[in-house]
């Protein structure tokens, strides 16, 4: 058997690695249009940073996994093709700010029918909004040219930072597809595939829609989670109560669980506000305006958390930053990546910026010119393929990016932590201490630093969600 994928990003690349791994006897190839991203993949340093990948494709490449630019070549010889391409949200047009562009998905589809001479199963590997699938099959069937063609939806739920893990062990592999004596026979030609390594009770299989669905809902949930613990952290701040003992507390329930109730700065990654943007656009073209409306507020909420942030720094620095130095010690949406897609920092930055404040940015996975481009994209840019990005975008220049937590500090008058990299509950605080400006600020967006140490230290200490410190009780962040 023979596997293709298109798209050789951070969904394709690893799971086409790991079924490499798991089914050597399967011929597995990622595609890709980009040249620098398949050189990538085909060198010692590849284009994403995920624990345990480098093992995985060692391991495999050169011998049944293969990564290429030739496109047409391998959807030509596979059985089954995965569909893995970006699926950014419409900035205008109808749906725009909602809805997701299938463009790149389309344009796939099309190119599929055009060099396929047998029967396949095309997979729905993207994000993708419900009923996309049958856009799909129509776009396939009246291409055909009597080849058939079996659609599936098979969305990926990996964790980025635990991507490999999760591929190894994953809680449930979804796949669902047409209620029809071909659409059984593609699901199970899949599930076969995964049943290499996956227990068989944890291969779910569903109809297209369940499955489309499940993915966006589960996202939903699992940011409802964060920006439900996040509205409370607000609270948690102006009660004197502290977020993290509340959270501990309710997660010792077992029907809630201790998983996702961490306060922080605010989600970010590539799907969940993209996912949930999509369910609210779903839900407006089916007439339901109050679901809709139901989960905007996590939205909402994420966004107001940020802003939250923003004001307690410029409030608490005599409510102006204009010309200081702020160290911003972690840039990814969260740690063991060195994905920006979506992170809080974005945001964060922007505002600091926006009070002309001058930002010394570290983090130990993310380029400046990954940086540069992030601060001086419009909204919804990242989620286009590189190539169609904005080439040089304007550097930012009150930004720099330096290499060592230290560098980022010295002179600065305030810090914020914005990833909750391991590294950073290591460092040496009294040397930092003593080399900042006085007074000297820790605004911690993920809760990782010892307080009471800091606060002994000297350092104002402003954590989300725990009992103030007496300056900052006198400085009230204005909303």
Same mark, same amino acid.
């Given at each position: ?168 062990? !994953? ?172 992170? !809080? ?135």
């Amino acid at each position: 058997m023979k596997i293709c994928c298109i798209g050789a990003g951070y969904v394709g690349g690893p799971t086409m690695a790991v079924i490499a791994l798991k089914c050597p006897d399967i011929e597995v190839a990622v595609v890709d249009i980009s040249v620098p991203r398949i050189a990538a993949w085909n060198s010692d340093q590849l284009p994403i940073y995920e624990p345990g990948l480098d093992d995985v494709v060692k391991q495999c490449r050169g011998k049944n996994l293969f990564f290429s630019t030739d496109v047409e070549k391998h959807v030509h010889e596979a059985d089954i093709v995965f569909v893995s391409v970006n699926t950014p949200t419409k900035t205008r047009g109808l749906g725009a700010g909602k809805a997701a562009d299938l463009t790149y998905w389309e344009s796939a589809a099309r190119m599929i029918a055009d060099v396929s001479k047998s029967d396949k199963i095309v997979v729905e590997k993207s994000t993708v909004p419900v009923k996309t699938a049958e856009a799909i099959e129509k776009i396939l069937t009246h291409n055909s040219k009597g080849i058939k063609f079996q659609i599936l939806s098979n969305p990926e739920f990996l964790a980025e930072g635990t991507a490999i893990q999760d591929l190894f062990n !994953p809680d449930r592999v979804l796949i669902g597809g047409r209620e029809t004596p071909e659409g059984n026979k593609a699901v199970q030609a899949l599930k076969a595939v995964y049943a290499y390594w996956v227990p068989e009770e944890r291969i779910l299989t569903t109809n297209l829609w369940s499955a489309e669905l499940s993915k966006l809902a589960a996202n939903a949930f699992l940011a409802q989670r964060i920006s439900s613990v996040n509205a409370m952290s607000a609270l948690c701040e102006a009660t004197g109560a502290d977020v993290t003992q509340v959270s501990y507390a309710v997660g010792k329930d077992t029907r809630i669980g201790p998983k996702f109730l961490n306060a922080s700065v605010g989600f970010g990654g590539s799907c969940f506000q993209k996912d949930i943007l999509n369910l609210v656009y779903i839900c407006e073209c089916n007439g339901l305006p109050e679901v809709a409306e139901y989960w905007k507020q996590v939205i909402k909420i994420n966004d107001y958390q940020k802003n939250r942030f923003v004001n307690r720094v410029v409030s608490s620095m005599f409510n102006t930053v204009s010309n200081k130095k702020i160290a911003i010690l972690g840039f990814a949406f969260k740690k063991d990546t060195g994905d920006t897609r979506e992170t !809080p920092a974005i945001d964060v930055c922007k505002g600091l910026l926006g009070d002309k404040a001058r930002l010394s940015i570290y983090d130990p996975q993310v380029t400046e010119d990954q940086v540069q481009r992030d601060l001086s994209m419009k909204k919804f840019d990242w989620d286009h393929p590189l190539h169609l990005q904005p080439m040089s975008p304007t550097t930012v220049k009150q930004v720099s990016c330096v290499w060592d937590a230290y560098e980022a500090t010295k002179d600065a008058h305030g810090i914020c932590i914005l990833t909750e990299w391991d590294e950073f509950k290591q460092l040496d605080f009294k040397r930092i201490y003593d080399n900042m400006q006085k007074p000297a600020f820790v605004f911690d967006g993920r809760n990782i630093v010892n307080v009471d140490q800091l606060r002994e230290i000297g350092f104002i200490v402003y954590s989300i969600g725990k009992p103030l410190d007496a300056w900052l009780k006198d400085m009230p962040a204005v909303a």
